[in-house]
């Protein structure tokens, strides 16, 4: 069974950072798509920023570039986003996503002072 499992949200002051996890397990990802996904209070989901495992070519949303930062480490089967000079239009759920059927449980980020 395949299992995404994130972590890492949290409550952080306007201009901080957090970095997000997603653990994967039952598939070795050393093929796949890893994406972030988030849902902020009220509206749909947004597509964040992706990562592909094959060639490490990763793509941002415009309004995180500069900001955050997509990686995996495959030896641990983990996606990681950082992200810094975090905003208050940052808050949302946050999701990972492989192959664009896989979803994690999604980790709250409140950007707020």
């Known amino acids: 069974e395949v299992q995404l499992v994130e972590s890492g949200g949290g409550l952080v002051q306007p201009g901080g950072s957090l970095r997000l996890s997603c653990a994967v397990s039952?598939?070795?990802?050393?093929?796949?798509?890893m994406s972030w996904v988030r849902q902020a209070p009220g509206k749909g989901l947004e597509w964040v920023s992706s990562i592909y495992s094959h060639s490490d070519n990763t793509y941002y949303t415009d309004s995180v570039k500069g900001r955050f930062t997509i990686s995996t480490d495959k030896a641990k089967n983990t996606l990681y986003l950082q992200m810094n000079s975090l905003k208050p239009e940052d808050t949302a759920v946050y999701y990972c996503?492989?192959?664009?059927?896989?979803w994690g449980q999604g980790t709250q980020v409140t950007v707020s002072s």
């Open positions: 996503n492989m192959n664009g059927v896989y």
């Open positions: 039952g598939f070795t990802f050393s093929n796949s798509a």
